[in-house]
T-cell receptor, first 114, second 109 residues
Framework: EPEVTQTPSHQVTQMGQEVILRCVPISNHLYFYWYRQILGQKVEFLVSFYNNEISEKSEIFDDQFSVERPDGSNFTLKIRSTKLEDSAMYFC????????????FGNGTRLTVT | DQQVKQNSPSLSVQEGRISILNCDYTNSMFDYFLWYKKYPAEGPTFLISISSIKDKNEDGRFTVFLNKSAKHLSLHIVPSQPGDSAVYFCAASWGKLQFGAGTQVVVTP
């Protein structure tokens, strides 16, 4: 069964550094998402992406965050200047249809900001 | 702003019995509801969904019930199996998917 893959599985970075989290969505999917889960808290929506542009973003997704689909297969999340509170599991997801179709999630990247 | 609430953080059930997980929501604009299951170190996995025009959807051992007037949905798993031990997330969609906090289910032999 096709799956969403995320790399790396664990990223450790120093506060203030830039990180790029990478995702390869399922190939025939058209909608892409990033979610995050801070330890012990709920899974939170960050951003959705369709047709090469952001379709929706949450209040968490401020100017330090950006997403890109650079080459038709990868979908990246960049955090420009990491803060301690950015430490979380970041999940990429994709879906065939829009919000009313099931999302398929990757196994996540654990980001630790020190 | 907790629009999707799962008030039971954990549930323990014996193998073979029914597991009932509950979820409440506040936004009447939600029109699509899903349940996801999550094992440690893995991403959420889609289990079952229901559109707001239905009140029940069944898939094998899993049944989701939707009560729109009460803004409540539930997931029934019957019979429960040890492999069902996981965190279960309720999610609701209106443009974007919002998750509840999750319920940890432990199925004991």
């Amino acid at each position: 069964e096709p799956e969403v893959t995320q790399t790396p599985s664990h990223q450790v970075t120093q506060m203030g550094q830039e990180v790029i989290l990478r995702c390869v969505p399922i190939s025939n999917h058209l909608y892409f998402y990033w979610y995050r889960q801070i330890l012990g808290q709920k899974v939170e929506f960050l951003v959705s992406f369709y047709n090469n542009e952001i379709s929706e973003k949450s209040e968490i997704f401020d100017d330090q965050f950006s997403v890109e689909r650079p080459d038709g297969s990868n979908f990246t999340l960049k955090i420009r200047s990491t803060k301690l509170e950015d430490s979380a599991m970041y999940f990429c997801a994709s879906s065939e249809g829009g919000p009313n179709s099931p999302l398929h999630f990757g196994n996540g990247t654990r980001l630790t900001v020190t | 702003d907790q629009q999707v609430k799962q008030n039971s953080p954990s549930l323990s059930v014996q193998e073979g019995r029914i597991s009932i997980l509950n979820c409440d929501y506040t936004n009447s604009m939600f029109d699509y509801f899903l349940w996801y299951k999550k094992y440690p170190a893995e991403g959420p996995t889609f289990l079952i969904s229901i559109s707001s025009i239905k009140d029940k959807n069944e898939d094998g051992r899993f049944t989701v019930f939707l009560n729109k007037s009460a803004k409540h949905l539930s997931l029934h798993i019957v019979p429960s199996q040890p492999g069902d031990s996981a965190v279960y997330f309720c999610a609701a969609s209106w443009g974007k998917l919002q998750f509840g906090a999750g319920t940890q289910v432990v199925v004991t032999p």
